[in-house]
């Protein structure tokens, strides 16, 4: 938001309209100087915590038959059979396990032994309420036990992964676990990719509830919310926040030469000035504290009309760097991008939809595209500088090159329902011949007979990634109920 957005109102009344106050305004000057103590604290991040159970019974118990299932007085292994050696497979599961949570970042508590009785199914359920995990795992290695692997899930009163492995199970596996909200249920044989992940999506939503997303437009005040859905904090930043900040930053040596060294790293620098450069890590010095200003995990800015102060380039670069910027204050976009910043550790694509009705391809278009399309640590595309499309001044923008054959999918969380699509890259084709924004991105969707009928609503998030990546989304509507739609 700008000036421009309330005609007739000059400088000093659009800052008044902002609900920019003169003393938060010189507060905010202060920190274009120094890093100060920041007006709202960045929010501490805790693990997601997991509570493992097994699910089996001692042999010795079996062949005692006093084992409480309906083969007790046969003395008699039901599947997986006694050749399945429980406890070793339990020490594989274990390890796999602890090495997965590990790397993400989880804790997992695994309860010592095996749980096969009624009682000790009544203590884990008691144990689990007390310690209030962010989730269950239960490990099921017995065909009887199914009941009481749902009544855990059932009682326990938090989402709740079930793995049972092939062979454990006889016949149809059971439709109530299969079916259950809340549940993510694997029948596999030892699939540690779909454990993986159940956590990772455990990960994602903790890690989502203990974020904040600033949103800076025309609101008359900083306010604190919270997301009722996925727990996220939002905080309602006014615009002449960002603009006042904007201004009090000097374009110095420093940051001419960091604006020149990135031009010099692009293929082609195209119809945009040294200037208009500079003014691009202008509005990404802004945007950066602005961020740490309000302890902010992600920003959003009504953006179009900020003339210079276009964050365009600042966004490019902190979507790569897990820093999720989303155009337009475009809310739920914004938390897509949030979502996929803990789900795939790697910065989307917001963009404007376009089809190419005889050819059946998705065309993806917007001016905020990142550089790194796997990550911080993942390689640089090819890019080109160019001015952002729609007008004057001529501000920079980045024309990133997908790689051809590239597998994507494209994603949206509009509140109600998760949206998801696998696809590959056909190219990045040039302007002209094709409109739209600076980068371009055509799309060969994944089993679709109709492209236009995966379109759901203004700015989806196209990724860089493989639909096995895709299917974390799968697990992460699951276990938090929300329906999912697609071809995934």
């Known amino acids: 938001m700008c000036e421009s957005c309330f005609p007739g109102l000059n400088r000093r009344e659009f800052i008044a309209a902002g609900g920019l106050s003169a003393a938060a305004l010189s507060s905010l000057s202060a920190h274009a100087a120094e890093d100060t103590e920041p007006a709202i604290a960045p929010i501490k991040k805790k693990p997601a915590s997991v509570l493992a159970v097994f699910l089996y019974p001692p042999l010795d118990v079996v062949e005692a038959g006093k084992l409480e299932d ?32 590990k790397k993400l970042g989880v804790d997992v508590e695994f309860i010592p032994g095996s749980v096969y009785t009624s009682d000790g199914v009544a203590q884990f359920i008691a144990r689990a309420k007390q310690a209030n995990p962010d989730a269950v795992l239960v490990v099921n290695f017995w065909n009887t036990f199914s009941k009481w692997a749902y009544r855990i899930t059932q009682e326990v009163g938090c989402p709740s992964i079930v793995y049972h492995s092939v062979g454990s199970n006889h016949q149809l596996p059971p439709k109530d676990l299969m079916r259950a909200e809340g549940i993510y249920y694997i029948h596999s044989i030892e699939n540690w990719e779909e454990i993986d992940r159940a956590l990772r999506a455990v990960h994602a939503k903790k890690q989502l509830a203990q974020s904040r997303m600033l949103r800076v437009g025309p609101y008359g005040e900083v306010k604190e919310s919270t997301d009722a859905r996925l727990g996220f904090r939002v905080v309602t930043v006014p615009a002449g926040d960002y603009n006042a900040l904007f201004d009090s930053i000097a374009v110095d040596d420093a940051m001419r030469r960091r604006a020149a060294e990135f031009g010099k790293q692009a293929l082609r620098v195209r119809d945009v000035t040294d200037e208009y450069l500079a003014q691009a890590f202008r509005a990404h010095e802004t945007v950066n504290r602005l961020r740490r200003h309000y302890g902010g995990d992600a920003v959003t800015i009504k953006c179009l009309m900020l003339k210079q102060r276009k964050p365009c380039v600042s966004f490019s670069l902190n979507n790569g760097d897990l820093n999720p910027c989303g155009c337009e204050n475009d809310f739920n976009a914004t938390r897509t991008m949030m979502l996929g910043r803990w789900l795939f550790e790697r910065g989307g694509f917001q963009h404007n939809p376009e089809f190419d ?12 595209c990142a550089t790194k399309l796997l990550g911080p640590d993942g390689p640089e595309q090819d890019y080109w500088i160019r001015p952002f499309f729609h007008q004057l001044p001529k501000t920079a923008a980045l024309d ?38 600076a980068t371009r991105v055509l799309v060969n969707i994944d089993r679709v007979d109709d492209v236009c009928e995966v379109y759901p609503g203004p700015h989806p998030v196209l990724y860089r990634g493989t639909p096995a990546e895709a299917k974390r989304l799968r697990a992460f509507a699951k276990l938090y109920r929300i329906p999912l739609t697609g071809n995934v």
């Not at 309906?70 to 292994?77: E, M, P, V």
């Not at 070793?88 to 090495?99: L, R, S, Y």
């Open 400 to 437: 990133v090159q997908w790689a051809s054959g590239d597998p994507v999918f494209l994603t949206k969380d509009d509140g109600r329902t998760i949206h998801c699509w696998t696809g590959t890259v056909d190219c990045s084709p040039s302007s002209p011949p094709t409109g739209g924004c």
């Open 70 to 101: 309906s083969w007790a007085r046969h003395h008699w292994s039901t599947w997986p059979g006694n050749q399945f050696q429980p406890e070793k497979q339990q020490q594989k599961f274990t390890g796999k396990i602890k090495e997965m949570a």
């Open 357 to 368: 009705t005889s050819r059946n391809q998705y065309f993806a278009s917007h001016c905020t």
